[in-house]
């Protein structure tokens, strides 16, 4: 990909300027794309803030090239504040939720990101946009609240002392404005966290502290 600028290289994918309009985003450890944009273009159909999904080819994802910043380098800039950035994802989630699953035959069931932190949302000129659908699946609504308070809770208790303080008041913010999910869906999460790939050794061993700094209920 010599020929084309690097954009951003996130935990699991390398993200490349095509053009003005378009974005290469490719896996690096491998992997098949075409599930990813499934789900996107299902959630696109149904009206659900996604980019444009252009091509999907083994590990190689050809995106709408979006404009604007990710919700967390706006909080980070001073631009939205923690309240309307946990406004937002609890929006996105509640969205999201309103769907019907594409497969499940359980009516419970809904597709979830289950990645929805805001490294993952861009705000961009037609408004919020939630990109990076790798982790996607269906269940519980509360399962993707579960998990974006872990992920949330993960970065709080992290060493980067700056960043681990903002991160505890978006999961207190966030906290306070989504129904508590259930402790067993917050063990699935937790389950989900241990094995997935993006995550280091130090991160996993400290799995269990992000945990518990997680408001459930009984369930
Ligand atoms: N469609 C797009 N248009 C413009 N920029 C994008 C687009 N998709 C991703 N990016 C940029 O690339 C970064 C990484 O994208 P993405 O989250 O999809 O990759 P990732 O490797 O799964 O990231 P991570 O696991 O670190 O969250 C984003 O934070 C954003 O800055
Ligand atoms: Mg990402």
Redesign the pocket.
């Known amino acids: 990909m010599a020929d084309h600028a690097l ?9 490349f ?1 095509l053009d003005e309009s378009r ?1 290469l ?1 490719r ?2 450890r491998g992997g098949e794309t075409a599930p990813e944009a499934e789900v996107m273009a299902y959630v696109a159909a149904a009206g659900y803030p996604v ?1 444009v999904v252009y091509d999907a080819q083994g590990p190689d994802l050809v ?5 604007g ?2 919700l ?2 706006s909080m980070l800039a001073g631009r939205t504040a923690v309240g309307a950035a946990a406004d937002l994802l609890v929006g996105l989630h509640e969205r999201l939720h309103n769907l019907p699953a594409r497969f499940s035959a359980d009516p419970a069931d809904r597709v979830l990101h289950l ?1 929805l ?1 805001p ?2 949302v ?1 705000l961009t000129s037609r408004g919020p ?1 939630v ?2 659908w ?1 982790n996607a699946a269906e269940g519980p609504a509360d399962l993707d609240v579960a998990m974006t308070a872990l992920i949330l809770a993960e970065v709080a208790v992290s060493p980067d002392a700056p960043l681990a303080d903002r991160a505890r008041d978006g999961l207190d913010a966030f906290a306070r404005r989504v129904p508590r999910p259930r402790a067993s869906q917050l063990r699935v999460a937790l389950d989900r966290r241990r094995v997935d790939p ?1 995550l280091s050794v130090v991160e996993k061993s400290a799995l269990d502290r992000a945990a518990a700094l997680v408001p459930t209920r009984a369930g």
């Not at 954009?7 to 993200?15: F, I, Q, T």
């Not at 995106?63 to 404009?67: A, C, G, I, N, Q």
Request: aromatic share 2%.
């Open positions: 954009l951003a290289s996130g935990r699991d994918a390398d993200v300027a974005v985003r896996y690096r980019p995106l709408e090239r979006l404009d910043e990710t967390l380098a990645d932190h490294q993952n861009m946009v990109i990076d790798r993006a």
